[in-house]
């Protein structure tokens, strides 16, 4: 509807209206008004008068309290129960999204240390490979990678210890690893045992072992040596144990080539020097001689005695990675102590407390999700109130 | 013409007073009920200028009067203002669902009768009268229609059209001195 501005009104106008009241009410009016009174007066005697017929009709209606009829009702009545039948559609799906946006609410405060862990370790996890090049690059250089996990229960079951190896193409790199995992008190025997199998096939050896057992607490530790080609299947495995879970891994990686070639080429050297020195020997005529090259000899077998054994102990850390696994028993929230032992007034105070907390708390979640949600239906709801007046405004205009 | 020229009276008490049962309730709607169904009615023939289409959409708004009729909120102004805000949603809905299926169920010329008893003076002015308010917009013919066939005060009519009271005063004064020049030119 056109909104006008004019207030106060024109007196004219005033005057105009009243003399219109006046003649509606049956009274006199200034003869200015005369035809305006005379119009007023036919309009108003133009009413449309009700049919009788539709008058028995609606009074029937109206005393039946327009209960339903069998016959068909006006056609908006349809329409009507299509905007209530649209209107508990909306209300259904708002509230299943807030059941579900509740939900997931509570799964993330509940599960947040989990998911910022699992996205931590890829991240440390691609950070390494970088500089574990760089690291076999350069002449002798050690990288390490450590990786944690929260430690709090129930956040273990997606995590993996990753699994970082440098590139060891035409490279001696010696691999460790540590791997610290928790489980029940009494599953620690149980996964001893599957740290064994692991390790059996991957044809690794366990250098030492030990494990404790027995009441709330427990652990165990294992020097493990395995072959460097199944580390990487072997961590994947041990960081997926049944009754385990990980708690944080390192990784550890050593560039060794440079000591590996000294020690190949200080190899020959020796035995080239020994070749030579029997040569000499062979040609010594005086005993001097032959003893002085007999020494030098017994000398450069030595050092080649040395350098093979400094080439095999190489062999064998580049072969095989050392890798300590620890297993330490998870901690289990012990029962509030209760001194009358059974079921008291004090007791019964802290579980209502707690079930009110809970209950507190899953209302607060319900509500903060429920605000947004009914707001925004509200918001539609204003705004397809605000388009319906508007078209109906405009029926107006267009008539 | 022999119908009383006093706006319906009778109606001020709301729909929603606090009561105990719902038999209170029930007798204030039907005393709004019978109190407004003709001037309902007129009004909306006016509007529409279809005597059939008034009677479903009067109908209709008492229906839903009945069914919203705890909702009702005095605070936000007389039940019969209300109620008219019902028929007047209802009416408009009519009309727009006319534009979309483009029909005119009567003729606006049909609405011109002559009555019984006129002079012919009379029955010529009746007739330029009727003639100008069928080439009303149907903004104005509302006006008309909630003033001389609602019965409704100015204040009533502003309550219905959501404006001011004065804002509904100028309007119908224009509306009726746009009848006036017309009536004259015709005349």
Known sequence: ?399 | MDHPLVRSVGVTETLTRTSSSGTESWERFEELYRSCRDDVYAYVCTLLRDPAAAEDITALAFERAYRRRRTFDRRRGEERAWLFGIARNAALDELRRRQRTATLATDPEDMAEVQEGDGAEVALRRTAVQTALSKLPAREREIIALKFHAGMSNAELARVLGVSESNAGTLLYRTMEKLRKACNASA
Do not use: C
């Not at chain 1, 039948?85 to 509570?106: D, P």
């Not at chain 1, 008190?185 to 250098?207: C, F, L, S």
């Not at chain 1, 095989?320 to 330490?328: A, E, M, R």
């Open chain 1, 1 to 399: 509807m056109r909104v006008l501005d004019q207030d106060p009104i024109d007196p004219e106008i005033v005057a105009t209206l009243d003399a219109i009241d006046a003649t509606l009410a049956g009274e006199s009016v200034d003869a200015q008004y005369a035809e305006l009174a005379e119009i007023a007066l036919l309009l108003a005697s133009d009413r449309p008068q009700t049919p009788s017929e539709f008058v028995r009709s609606m009074d029937e209606r109206v005393e039946r309290r327009f209960a339903p009829r069998p016959t068909a009702g006006p056609p908006r009545r349809n329409r009507s129960l299509l905007w209530q039948s649209m209107g508990a559609l909306v209300a259904g799906v708002a509230l299943i999204v807030a059941i579900v946006v509740a939900t997931g609410g509570a799964h993330l405060s509940g599960g947040s240390s989990a998911s910022s862990s699992s996205a931590s370790l890829p991240l440390s996890g691609a950070a390494v490979p970088r500089a574990a090049a760089s690291s076999a690059a350069a002449s002798s250089s050690e990288t390490s990678t450590t990786a944690a996990a929260a430690s709090s229960a129930g956040t273990y079951g997606s995590l993996t210890a990753p699994i970082v190896q440098p590139p060891t193409t035409g490279r001696k790199v010696v691999q460790s690893a540590q791997l610290n995992l928790t489980a029940a008190p009494n599953r620690i025997d149980a996964v001893a045992q599957e740290v064994y199998d692991v390790v059996g096939e991957v044809n690794g050896i366990v250098t030492s072992s030990s494990i404790t057992q027995g009441g709330p607490t427990g652990s165990a530790n294992f020097q493990l040596s395995i072959p460097s080609a199944s580390l990487g299947p072997a961590m994947t495995r041990l960081s997926s144990l049944s009754y385990a879970q990980i708690v944080s891994s390192t990784n550890n990686s050593q560039d060794i080539t440079n000591q590996y070639n000294a020690t190949t080429a200080a190899l020959a050297d020796a035995r080239a020097l020994r070749t030579s020195l029997l040569k000499q020997l062979a040609n010594a005529v005086t005993t001097e001689q032959v003893d002085s090259l007999t020494a030098q000899i017994h000398d450069a077998e030595a050092s080649i005695s040395s350098d093979l054994a400094t080439l095999g102990k190489l062999n064998q850390q580049v072969n095989f990675s050392q890798l300590q696994v620890t297993i330490n028993a998870r901690a289990v929230p012990t029962p509030v102590a209760h001194k009358s032992g059974g079921f008291g007034i004090g007791r019964a105070a802290h579980d209502a407390g707690r079930v009110l907390t809970v209950t507190a708390g899953g209302a607060l979640i319900t509500i903060a999700a429920l605000i947004p949600v009914g707001l925004l239906v509200a918001l539609a709801w204003w705004v397809g109130a605000a388009i319906r007046r508007r078209r109906r405004e405009h029926a107006l205009d267009s008539v």
